[in-house]
């Protein structure tokens, strides 16, 4: 049987519509979260308590995992347990460094978000959460691990400016994507190889939802490593 994907936040609003299309598709899948138990998963899926803020509780979390898929809530908090700098900074450096413990190569699926790049945007006073997710972006690019850096639009929760899927690169756009697109794009990035090594902005429009998304990530420009310097510490 095949090793499981980890979906770190699996229990969270979008980590549950990953971890359902995952499963749809028949993968093993491992839900890590600090409370797998609050979500309505697949009675298949396993779930491991573990905290991506604590180095110690994710080597067994993800051990023998073919593939990492990270979607954490960042936290707003300017330091300590909530804040950005913990939680999609230092907690993806703990998942990168439990991940490749022993050899393995998964492959990481860094859930992110559009603006990273744009420090001005009044959403970097929180804590300074763009910094830090583009930190975190960063380390995973570094990391020498197959990846793919997914920077969604505003999350909605339905198909309110579209079902159709438009990819981007650069940060420059604005705009709105579902929840359940975005799952979508993180499951073909484990199946489609033209997504790995890139970094894209993710969009719904108006039309039909994607049947292919080979032509999407065919057009993509693979990254130059890294991708974008992040900010001084």
């Keep these: 049987m095949h090793s499981p994907i980890a979906v770190i936040g699996g229990a969270g609003r979008t980590g549950t519509i990953i ?3 995952l499963a749809e598709e028949g993968h093993r899948v491992r ?14 899926v396993d779930t491991h308590p573990a905290d991506v803020r604590y ?6 979390a993800l051990s023998n995992c073919r593939a990492i898929v990270f979607t954490v809530e960042p936290g707003t908090a300017d330091s300590g347990p909530h804040s950005p700098e913990t939680t999609v900074y230092d907690g993806v450096r703990n998942v990168l460094a439990a991940a490749a413990d022993g050899g393995q190569r998964p492959h990481i699926v860094l859930v992110s978000q559009i603006y990273v790049t744009r420090r001005e945007h009044p959403m ?7 910094d830090w997710r583009l930190r975190g972006e960063d380390e995973v690019r570094a990391s020498g691990l197959p990846y793919t850096v997914l920077r969604p639009s505003w999350l909605t929760d ?28 993180c499951v073909q990035s484990l199946r489609l190889p033209a997504a790995t090594g890139t970094t894209f902005e993710l969009y719904n429009e108006p039309g039909e939802e994607p049947t292919d998304w080979a032509p999407l990530f065919g057009r993509l420009v693979p990254d130059r490593v890294p991708a974008h310097p992040g900010p001084a510490r």
């Design 31 to 44: 839900v890590v979260s600090r409370h797998p138990e609050r979500a309505l998963l697949p009675p298949a």
């Design 55 to 60: 180095a110690h509780g994710l080597g067994p």
């Design 124 to 130: 970097n006073a929180y804590g300074r959460l763009l």
């Design 158 to 185: 339905n198909n309110a400016a579209g079902a159709r899927v438009r990819l981007e690169q650069h940060d420059r756009g604005n705009g709105w994507v579902s929840r359940t697109s975005v799952a979508e794009a």
């Design 19 to 21: 971890t359902r299309r």
